[in-house]
Nanobody, 116 residues
């Protein structure tokens, strides 16, 4: 399994970005895709996950501002990030988890920088 993330960049506070992650290879038949992030000096934390097309989970810090979605036909997961804050500055990692055995696969990370 390979995960290729894109869409990071520099944005001013209050702005928006959309991250994309394309999965390829021998994908587990049933899986959960999601985004995690690691801010400078902090541990990696969950941002949002999506199982199938409608079951979503968000960190409290991003609820109401971020939206996760997936296109199963394209094996792609998106993260629409609105009303960005400087605290959202982090490297964002795409994740795919096998539903049955919980094996995790990770993308290379994409940097999001929010300036105040």
């Amino acid at each position: 399994v390979q995960l290729q993330a894109s869409g990071g960049g520099l944005v001013q506070a209050g702005g928006s970005l959309r991250l994309s992650c394309v999965a390829s290879g021998m994908l587990p038949g049933i899986n959960i895709m999601g985004w995690y992030r690691r801010a400078p000096g902090k541990q990696r934390e969950l941002v949002a996950t999506i199982a199938r097309s409608t079951t979503t989970n968000y960190a409290d810090s991003v609820k109401g501002r971020f939206t996760i979605s997936r296109d199963k036909a394209k094996n792609t997961v998106y993260l629409q990030m609105n009303s960005l804050k400087p605290d959202d500055t982090a490297v964002y990692y795409c994740n795919l988890r096998d539903w049955y055995d919980s094996t995790d696969y990770w993308g290379q990370g994409t940097l999001v920088t929010v300036s105040s």
